[in-house]
């Protein structure tokens, strides 16, 4: 079974600083992978998704993630942090397969982002 | 964007009660639901999967006659929390996929459920 792992669960920042947001997977074949981000009040909203071709993608609001397939990792990040940024991070993954498991997300635990001023 | 919306967006029972969540999607139709439970400074965890027209798979270790899904409508699925106690008090979020193909997964607000 697939599992997620966001080892950082609380990252604090300041504002105009860069970010980057650690996801690391563990799954036999290439997953899907993606990255949400949830807001109080709020569903979560896709960032940005790596199903496959250039391992760089990017995605919403100014954030990048890279694929390494070599760390089993999927990691976000963004050059200048903004205080609207503030809020918790999900990193999901999915089967490629098809039948009773296609497209069931797994998330990582979370990471909360607190940005200074 | 395609929207998903929840009702309530929170609720309060007594212990022994039931309590149904409604999760629609607004501008598309959804073949496909699903339903995630999240404890507080946890993770998502997949209860179900729910399809239209046809009976919702659970996940390991849910119980399916204590958390019924019905999905009985393109733009429809509710999670019905039968006898709850307050260990089932929890953020219950709903997701709906777009027909298709499409991996994307469009969630709604979440319901905050409080047992009493």
């Known amino acids: 079974a697939q599992s997620v792992t966001q080892p950082d669960i609380h990252i604090t920042v300041s504002e105009g600083a860069s970010l980057e947001l650690r996801c690391n997977y563990s799954?036999?074949?290439?997953?899907?992978l993606f990255w949400y981000v949830q807001s109080p009040g709020q569903g979560l909203q896709l960032l940005l998704k790596y199903f496959s071709g250039d391992t760089l993608v990017q995605g919403i609001k100014g954030f990048e993630a890279e694929f390494k397939r070599s760390q089993s990792s999927f990691n976000l990040r963004k050059p200048s942090v903004h205080w609207s940024d503030a809020a918790e991070y999900f990193c999901?993954?999915?089967?490629?397969?098809?039948?009773?498991?296609?497209?069931?997300?797994?998330f990582g635990q979370g990471t909360i982002l607190t940005v200074h001023p | 964007g395609a929207v998903v919306s929840q009702h309530p967006s929170w609720v309060i029972c007594k212990s022994g009660t039931s309590v149904k969540i409604e999760c629609r999607s607004l501008?598309?139709?959804?073949?496909?639901m699903f339903w995630y439970r999240q404890f507080p400074k946890q993770s998502l965890m997949l209860m179900a999967t729910s399809n239209e027209g046809s009976k919702a798979t659970y996940e390991q270790g849910v119980e399916k006659d204590k958390f019924l899904i019905n999905h009985a409508s393109l733009t429809l699925s509710t999670l019905t929390v039968t006898s709850a106690h307050p260990e089932d008090s929890s953020f219950y979020i709903c997701?709906?996929?777009?027909?298709?193909?499409?991996?994307?997964?469009?969630f709604g607000p979440g319901t905050r459920l409080t047992v009493t």
């Open positions: 999901a993954v999915a089967p490629d397969a098809g039948g009773t498991s296609y497209g069931k997300l797994t």
């Open positions: 997701s709906a996929r777009t027909p298709g193909g499409n991996y994307e997964q469009y």
């Open positions: 799954y036999g074949a290439t997953p899907y």
């Open positions: 501008d598309f139709q959804a073949t496909t």
